[in-house]
T-cell receptor
């Protein structure tokens, strides 16, 4: 079965510093990969997605992610963090086989931004 | 505006009562999903539906039931058989296949 691991439960970063959130997946075929962001008490918003092609994907709010097949990773990055980036971030993998099409989510990484 | 609505935002129920959470979408999406979110556990799939009048169990379907009688609606009933129903519930929809899912704002259910 496929799985998604986000090794960092919490990350604290200073405003203006760079941010990288890790995501590793276990899946037998080429994955469909997503990053979502969730503000407290809210739903999830899609930041970016990777289906195929260029392995460096640009998203909204200045985020980007890089798909590395050899490392089974899809890490999210932002060069300069703003206080409004404090939220929880979820990586997800989509599978196109099995009973229906669905996403498997990682456990999430909560980002705290220091002034 | 197109989107997904969930109501109510907060819901309180007594133990042993069934409760139904509403999810409506006007995105003309075929597929709809229900997730449960607990602190530190990410999202877990309860039920999903790829088309009207059809739905499948997700990873944690026990104690829950759904219906999909209309394309735009996918209500979730939390039954008294669900042993630990207090959680944040998220509904999502997509065009189908493996595509991005659009999420509603969620319903926080507290069972007293």
């Amino acid at each position: 079965a496929q799985s998604v691991t986000q090794p960092d439960i919490h990350i604290t970063v200073s405003e203006g510093a760079s941010l990288e959130l890790r995501c590793n997946y276990s899946y037998g075929a080429t994955p469909y990969l997503f990053w979502y962001v969730q503000s407290p008490g809210q739903g999830l918003q899609l930041l970016l997605k990777y289906f195929s092609g260029d392995t460096l994907v640009q998203g909204i709010k200045g985020f980007e992610a890089e798909f590395k097949r050899s490392q089974s990773s899809f890490n999210l990055r932002k060069p300069s963090v703003h206080w409004s980036d404090a939220a929880e971030y979820f990586c997800a993998v989509g599978m196109i086989k099995a009973a229906g099409n669905k996403l498997t989510f990682g456990g999430g990484t909560r980002v705290l931004v220091k002034p | 505006d197109g989107g997904i609505t969930q109501s109510p935002k907060y819901l309180f129920r007594k133990e042993g009562q069934n409760v139904t959470l509403s999810c409506e979408q006007n995105l003309n999406h075929d597929a709809m999903y229900w997730y449960r979110q607990d602190p530190g556990q990410g999202l877990r799939l309860i039920y999903y539906s790829q088309i009207v009048n059809d739905f499948q169990k997700g990873d944690i379907a026990e104690g829950y039931s759904v219906s999909r009688e209309k394309k735009e609606s996918f209500p979730l009933t939390v039954t008294s058989a669900q042993k630990n129903p207090t959680a944040f519930y998220l509904c999502a929809s997509s065009i189908g296949g493996v595509n991005e899912q659009f999420f509603g704002p969620g319903t926080r259910l507290t069972v007293l």
